[in-house]
């Protein structure tokens, strides 16, 4: 086995004969959390403190993979629903959380007016059709309710989710493409979708909603500071503390905090 790094600090345990099914997967769903450390923590707190007192109503998981938000969620939510599209994933998930549902974001099986809180954690870009999908978080939203994104940031100097080339597909981290041209950049991934700031924009207009909060974020790096831990901490301090400044625009991922009017 082993361990390969991917966004915000998290780790999955991939063989060395990694089949081509599993890389399939892995294309077109990401790699979901496996463990919890400092990244993760600091999302969570985030999350909490947007969602604010809605947080003990009815919350929802939109995209819950294996399910470990779900289970660092639970002890704070009146209620909560994980919702995954992908079956595996779902099984995996029961052993962190019991109320899961499969099922798709373009179509959620749930009444308007349904939730309090939606979390949806870098699920956007891979789901087939983004715009149908915020739609539905916005139907099923309660008016005065809170949508909590995390989506990659098209400014970030890396495509962490890999890239095809000649018909076949990279795991891993790859520099620079973000930069070039949208046509070349879609042939290389055209699996995975990055935003502008304006293209979040695009995403909401014309919804019932306002958006309360907007932030580029840097990673937590806790890859690095596992196995240089002093280097590893000056980097994450340096690179968060950017998300202060204009240099947030290489940040890694965007957060916003969204209200149903």
């Not at 998290?10 to 089949?19: G, P, Q, Y």
């Not at 949208?182 to 919804?207: C, G, K, M, N």
């Not at 806790?222 to 240089?228: A, L, V």
Request: charged share 20%; hydrophobic share 40%.
């Amino acid at each position: 086995m082993k361990t390969t790094w991917s966004r915000n600090g998290r780790v999955s345990l991939l063989d060395e004969s990694m089949t081509s099914r599993n890389l399939d997967k892995a294309a077109l769903r990401g790699e979901p959390s496996y463990v919890w450390r400092a990244g993760q923590e600091r999302r969570l707190q985030m999350i909490l403190s947007a969602a604010g007192s809605h947080i003990t109503g009815r919350v929802l998981e939109n995209g819950c993979g294996v399910g470990i938000y779900l289970q660092h969620l639970t002890p704070h939510a009146g209620s909560i629903i994980g919702l995954e599209y992908d079956k595996e994933r779902v099984r995996e998930a029961h052993i962190q959380a019991s109320n899961l549902i499969n099922a798709a974001s373009e179509q959620l099986p749930f009444s308007t007016n349904s939730f309090d809180v939606i979390l949806s954690h870098e699920v956007l870009e891979h789901v087939t059709d983004d715009h149908r999908s915020v739609k539905e978080m916005v139907r099923v939203l309660k008016s005065g309710g809170v949508i909590v994104l995390f989506v990659p940031n098209l400014g970030y100097p890396y495509e962490t989710h890999g890239i095809y080339w000649r018909g076949r597909y990279h795991f891993g981290n790859f520099p620079l493409v973000h930069y070039l041209p949208s046509r070349w950049r879609q042939q290389l991934a055209p699996h995975v979708r990055a935003y502008s700031t304006s293209d979040l924009e695009r995403l909401f207009r014309s919804l019932p909603i306002k958006v309360l909060e907007q932030k580029v974020l840097f990673g937590a790096y806790d890859n690095i500071i596992y196995r240089f831990p002093t280097m590893g901490r000056i980097l994450r301090d340096v690179l968060q503390w950017l998300e202060k400044t204009p240099l947030k625009i290489f940040g890694l991922s965007h957060y916003w905090v969204i209200e149903k009017n």
